[in-house]
């Protein structure tokens, strides 16, 4: 595709149910990143892919949340036993290398009732 | 303190009107400079990258100040369609190379 896609564009669920968020970053790019953005809010960095290295998972708020990038392409983001304060919209960006200029998905929409 | 820092705003400017805003990083490490847009429940997209050199694309002119650490953000001739959050974003490589922090992002409305 032409650019990074996230799947689902929106999804609610139940407090303490698991969910998973998808990212196709565009083909090629090495690097690969995970924020999260609540109503008004500045995005909130989560993780961050780069090639084979180790991701850096500095910014997971808890050890609720987990990714993985699977063959250095497609990424998840899980958040298992969602709680309210986990709504917010996910955003993943992939970009040709770190440091370079980083190109956004549409965003994942979540709603923990 | 937060690592990049932006005044929130909002900046309310009539059409035509200069604005510039700045953006104050605290890594003095910090090796990429860049300004993106972000539109109203939108993924933010790139306006352009800072130069050291500064660098201007059209109405838009984006520079550096390494010793003070700042990146600025001058719009002229604003148009109604420059209204939108501008976000700051800088990029450091002495720890983790190529994570980029996020400014919380200044609002525009540009109005008739």
């Known amino acids: 595709g032409a650019g990074v896609s996230q799947s689902p564009s929106n999804k609610v669920t139940e407090k303490g149910k698991d969910v998973e968020l998808r990212c196709d970053p565009i083909?090629?790019?090495?690097?690969l990143y995970w924020y999260r953005q609540s109503l008004g809010q500045g995005l909130e960095f989560l993780i961050y892919?780069?090639?084979?290295?180790?991701?850096?998972k500095s910014g997971l708020p808890s050890d609720r949340f987990s990714a993985e990038r699977t063959g250095g392409s497609v990424s998840t983001l899980t958040i298992q036993r969602t709680q309210q304060e986990d709504s917010a919209v996910y955003l993943c960006a992939s970009s040709r290398g770190g440091g370079l200029e980083q190109f956004f998905g549409p965003g994942t929409r979540l709603t923990v009732l | 303190r937060k690592e990049v820092e932006q005044d929130p705003g909002p900046f309310n400017v009539p059409e035509g009107a200069t604005v510039a805003f700045n953006c104050t990083y605290s890594?003095?490490?910090?090796?990429?400079f860049f300004w993106y847009r972000q539109d109203c429940r939108k993924e933010p997209k790139l306006l352009m990258s800072?130069?050291?050199s500064g660098n201007e694309d059209g109405r838009f002119t984006a520079q550096l100040n390494r010793a003070s650490q700042y990146i600025s953000l001058l719009i002229r001739d604003s148009k109604l369609s420059d209204s939108a959050t501008y976000l700051c974003?800088?990029?450091?490589?002495?720890?983790?190379?190529?994570?980029?922090?996020f400014g919380d992002g200044t609002t525009l409305t540009v109005k008739p």
């Open positions: 892919f780069q090639g084979n290295s180790a991701p850096d």
């Open positions: 890594n003095s490490a910090s090796q990429s």
């Open positions: 083909s090629g790019h090495t690097a």
């Open positions: 800072v130069y050291s």
């Open positions: 974003v800088v990029t450091s490589t002495n720890t983790n190379a190529g994570k980029s922090t």
